[in-house]
Nanobody, 121 residues
Framework: QVQLVESGGGLVQAGGSLRLSCAAS????????MGWYRQAPGKQRELVAD???????NYADSVKGRFAISRDNAKNTVYLQMNSLKPEDTAVYYC???????????????WGKGTLVTVSS
């Protein structure tokens, strides 16, 4: 079994910062890409940022220059540093990871349960 557990969400004023963390645990052989998605009320889930196993990053246009994704491969953890937050960043943020499960030897996407980020104006 593989689990992704997010932490770090909360309420922040516009212009403030938050750092999200997501730790993967369980029957992991390899972790490939990791990423963060978000879903605002009434909207579809969208990619915020992702990072390859080698550290290549990709960002949604709406967060470029404000958010930074990073990972610690030794800890199976991905981070999202969010600066200059705006009310439109309010959403549930989900962690995603492409993992080869050593119990089943299947490679698939895993998701965390999400952490709420609320940005007040």
């Amino acid at each position: 079994q593989v689990q992704l557990v997010e932490s770090g969400g909360g309420l922040v004023q516009a212009g403030g910062s938050l750092r999200l963390s997501c730790a993967a645990s369980g029957s992991i052989f390899s972790i490939y890409a990791m990423g963060w998605y978000r879903q605002a009320p009434g909207k579809q889930r969208e990619l915020v940022a992702d990072i390859s196993a080698s550290g290549i990053t990709n960002y949604a246009d709406s967060v470029k220059g404000r958010f930074a994704i990073s990972r610690d491969n030794a800890k199976n953890t991905v981070y999202l540093q969010m600066n200059s937050l705006k009310p439109e960043d309010t959403a549930v943020y989900y962690c995603n990871a492409d993992i080869l499960n050593k119990g089943t030897w299947l490679r698939m996407d895993y998701w965390g349960k999400g952490t709420l980020v609320t940005v007040s104006s």
